[in-house]
């Protein structure tokens, strides 16, 4: 008795393997929100779950849309360049069961260089803790006035009175924030801007008289009386790493905290922007100037080749011709002045 049982299981279970999916199963044109055609090529950097969640209204459609593309023998290994079908149109227009015969083929395409991430933690505290602004925004749009309480310092969650500049409706976040360093250009030593630090975030209540109340949503350090507020930014956690497409050069103009040394995972500033083809997430490489050495054979001097000491990835790319950037390898230590360049995948 129980041997039939197990046969009649198996019996079902090749039967349901054999027969195609039911229309709720499947992948219909009204899964879909948002119009694509078909095939769909696979980008650098799409997963099958990016896909499905982009694509379609339920993306945990995606073990349906491999299901019609069992050429992708692995579903976290999809290459730019693959085809993807969203319906079974293909294996329909081909009928019932189909005999298929393997061939050998070969293909050839460029090798493709698997980038490491990005440590999105690192790069939320530092844009989160950091910035950069024109000399003449040092006032921002207004200030941190006082607190109910006549308390001298404030935290998350603590009410606060400020002054601003311009009107504000109910609910305006700002930066609260102070300024630091001044960023110099190294050989005119003109001042190109200003490094600030954050220090939270408030959010606007209401309006008296020309005072607002505010309280405090996000802090970082002690706020004080007197630091400046500016409209609150959104940092770009989504930062893919990329390279120029033509030739970039520059030089290394600040290191975090007024520094003269800097190593892996440590902030700098460039003297490039949005106006010399610098994009978020561009990976450039930092080179040490070669040394003037006496050539003892011919009695002459001779300026060694540079040298190429790290690596850094640009976090904020701004128009002002002054960003933000990140260390991700350094093999000796690396200073102001030192040249920057673009780099390609290796």
Do not use: C
Not at 32 to 59: M, R
């Amino acid at each position: 008795m129980i041997f039939k049982q197990i046969v009649l299981l198996l019996g079902l279970a090749f039967f349901a393997m054999a027969i195609p999916a039911s229309a709720a199963d499947a992948v219909t044109s009204n899964d879909i929100k948002v119009d694509v055609s078909k095939p769909y090529v696979v980008k650098q950097g799409d997963t099958l779950w990016d896909i499905a969640n982009y694509f379609f209204k339920d993306p945990f459609k995606w073990l349906k849309i491999w299901e019609h593309n069992l050429q992708i023998t692995n579903p976290d290994l999809i290459y730019p360049g693959n085809k993807i079908w969203f319906d079974g149109r293909q294996k329909q227009q081909q009928g019932g069961l189909t005999r298929v015969q393997p061939k050998p083929q070969i293909i050839i395409r460029p090798v493709q260089r698997m980038e490491a991430k990005v440590d999105s933690s690192l790069i939320l505290t530092t844009l989160q803790r950091q910035g950069f602004i024109q000399p003449n925004q040092v006032q921002g749009v207004g200030y941190v006035l006082d607190s109910p309480d006549e308390r001298l310092n404030y935290g998350i969650n603590d009410h606060v009175y400020l002054k601003l500049d311009a009107p504000a409706s109910i609910g305006s976040l700002f930066d609260i924030f102070r300024s630091t360093d001044v960023i110099h250009e190294p050989a005119s030593q003109q001042a190109m801007g200003i490094i600030i630090k954050h220090m939270g975030v408030i959010k606007v209540t209401s309006q008296q008289d020309g005072v607002y109340r505010g309280t405090v949503v996000k802090a970082f350090e002690e706020i004080s009386r007197g630091d400046r507020l500016k409209p609150a930014h959104d940092a770009n956690l989504h930062i893919v790493p990329n390279y120029a497409d033509h030739p970039i050069a520059g030089r290394l103009l600040y290191i975090r905290n007024d520094g003269r040394e800097a190593g892996q995972n440590q902030v700098v500033g460039i003297n490039l922007g949005l106006h010399e083809g610098l994009t978020d997430g561009m990976k450039m490489s930092i080179f040490k100037a070669g040394r003037l050495v006496q050539d003892k054979v011919s009695g002459g001097q001779v300026l060694l080749p540079q040298e190429r000491i790290g690596e850094l990835l640009v976090l904020k790319a701004l128009p002002s011709g002054v960003s933000m950037a990140l260390i991700t390898q350094s093999t000796a230590p690396i200073n102001i002045g030192d040249a920057v360049h673009s780099t390609k995948p290796q």
